[in-house]
């Protein structure tokens, strides 16, 4: 049996997974920002405890331990560089599980950590060489070569959703203008459509669905699209562009077998994937009528990809 832990901004998802990839317990625990790391950490061991208990095993019985983090890793050390939703840095989150448990622990960013997992057990498995992207609030992106994570020289690799693909009329969080993450993923929708919203006379079916909830999700652009809302098409089709153009760059790097899209944006109708990969077809430079190259689908995981991943890094080290 493995463990592995999928760092998140509210919540620590922690699976007991077999050898097979199934995750055979899990267990929940609060992150409240507020509480120092040592408290965190604290807690998630007493919830590794509890879970080892309730399937009757002993520690002997676990392989090992993996964590996947929202943030950057320093793999080598163990340690956290910075996980920006917990306000965590440095923390030496590898040290204090190993001096606890006595087996080996292993780190990794959460992006890597759910592309190796997709690889290992799901929708990429059949290749050697694929890219996860998970589209949300941001863009993260994890790559595997010949069955290996990369992770650069420095383990700040793969940080494909900061690749700057066009220009946008507001920065990344990074601090530079037309990162990928700002162009494609949800927020960058919801961005759009707001802005648009702002500067069109025109009234649209999604600005009155948006006065009455107060709010905007990305799925309520790809509704109010297939409706017909000519807004939400015009977004949806500059979210595909976008997508398009950052897969295509991918393809001219690395030529991967398969690339894998997880994430809420994934959740969109066969429609969008479509016209994805229409567009990247045209920005490709083979022929894909002729090999099979360009493939793009869902992921197959969901959630579970951070654990699942996280429990196998051990097979990565
Ligand atoms: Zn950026």
Not at 90 to 116: G, Q, R
Request: glycine share 12%.
């Amino acid at each position: 049996m493995y463990i592995g832990v999928d760092l998140g901004g509210t919540k620590i998802k922690i699976g007991m997974v077999d050898e097979e990839g199934q995750i055979v317990s899990s267990g929940l625990i609060d992150t409240d920002p507020s509480h120092d790391d040592k408290v965190i950490m604290k807690d998630m061991t007493v919830e590794i405890e509890r879970l080892i208990k309730q399937e009757g095993m002993q520690l002997q019985d676990i392989k090992s331990i993996g964590i996947g983090v929202p943030g950057l890793v320093d793999y080598q050390k163990g340690s956290i560089i910075y996980c920006t939703n917990l306000s965590w840095y440095n923390v030496e989150a590898v040290n204090y599980l190993k001096e606890h448990f006595k087996i080996p622990v292993y780190i990794e960013n959460d992006a890597t950590v759910a592309a190796y997992a997709e690889s290992l057990f799901g929708s990429t498995k059949e290749a050697k060489d694929s890219v996860f992207l998970t589209i949300g609030t941001g863009i993260g992106g994890g790559i595997i070569i010949n069955k290996q994570i990369i992770r650069g020289a420095h383990g700040a690799g793969s940080e494909i959703g900061h690749t700057v693909i066009g220009e946008n009329f507001y920065d990344c969080n990074c601090g530079r203008n037309g990162c990928f993450e700002t162009l494609a993923s949800a927020t960058a929708m919801i961005k759009y459509a707001l802005h648009k919203m702002n500067t069109n006379a025109e009234v649209s079916s999604l600005q009155r669905a948006y006065i009455e909830k107060g709010q905007l999700e990305a799925k309520d652009i790809f509704d109010h699209a297939a409706m017909g809302d000519a807004l939400s098409i015009e977004t949806v089709d500059r979210t595909a562009k976008y997508l398009a153009i950052g897969i295509a760059n991918i393809y001219n790097i690395l030529d991967p077998e398969i690339i894998a899209i997880g994430g809420g944006v994934s959740k969109a109708g066969d429609s969008f994937f479509d016209l994805v990969r229409s567009k990247v077809k045209k920005m490709t430079l083979v022929d894909s009528d002729n090999i099979k190259y360009g493939e793009i689908v869902r992921a197959e995981l969901g959630n579970d990809a951070g654990i699942i991943g996280a429990a196998f890094l051990s097979k990565q080290a």
